[in-house]
């Protein structure tokens, strides 16, 4: 059966290549699955929806390991010092605190953009890719992966624009290492990150490995669209992370 191309917006367009074959999950850590995902197209201003995800694994796999054979890269929300090639600007890593119980995520708040939203819950597509917020206006948590505050890599994504208006994550491309991130979730914490750095990426080097490899601490990752806009193809080129870890829990 042909399959029908999904919808353009100002998010973009995903044409998935062919779902990799994945060892059961009791028995492949996470970032091997990551590394298998590697020749999909890039695309979507609501986040990184660009390549599918790894098959969650909660907080079980090893944490902080690299898939095999490769080099353990800087992006895992530690201390890495920013690469220009990739944009990024790094603040120094902030120490974190102990990872709290699963909780869904209910509110994000990001006091140096003047930020506040609710969140939607983000799934997979039936092709496998993540799901993007549905209003422009709301992030979205992205619900296969752990709950910021949980041990790992919490993955929240937004649109930067819509339809050629603002939208949620248009400012998140200026923040700076060091910056605060609060989400409030489900059983009254609020947890609090400190941005270990922010790059831009190429769709087609989106660093999937760097922004869901297993941790040992509780770690955050804000991601949307970045670089140039093209608006015949209603398409940006680049993707931007930001980077945090928990350091806080009130």
Known sequence: MKR??????????????????LRPRSVRPLVAAAAALGALLL??????????????????GVPGAAAPGAPAPAGDGAAAPADASQNGTGGG???????????????????????TSTL??????????????????????????PTPGSQGPAVIAGHVTW???????????????????KVTRKDGKTAT???????????????????????DHAGLRLVTCGG???PKKHYYDSNVVVFARMTDAA
């Open 163 to 181: 339809n050629g208006a603002s939208a949620v994550f248009e400012k998140l491309k200026t923040m700076k290492g060091g910056d605060t991130i």
């Open 193 to 215: 990150f400190t941005v270990d750095r922010v790059a831009e990426y190429p769709k087609a080097e989106f660093p999937t490995l760097e922004v869901y490899k297993n941790l």
């Open 228 to 230: 140039d806009f093209d």
């Open 120 to 145: 939607e819950t983000l799934r997979q597509n039936p092709d496998g890719t993540m799901q993007t917020p549905k209003d422009p206006a709301l992030a979205g948590w992205y619900e296969p992966g």
């Open 43 to 60: 695309a979507g201003c609501g986040g990184q929806n660009a390549v599918k995800p790894p098959a969650p694994q909660g907080q079980a």
């Open 93 to 115: 890593a902030a120490k974190a605190g102990p990872a709290l119980a699963r909780s869904e995520p209910q509110k994000i708040t990001i006091p140096s953009l003047g930020l």
């Open 4 to 21: 029908t191309p999904a919808p353009v917006t100002d998010a973009g367009t995903v044409r998935p290549g062919p779902r990799p074959r």
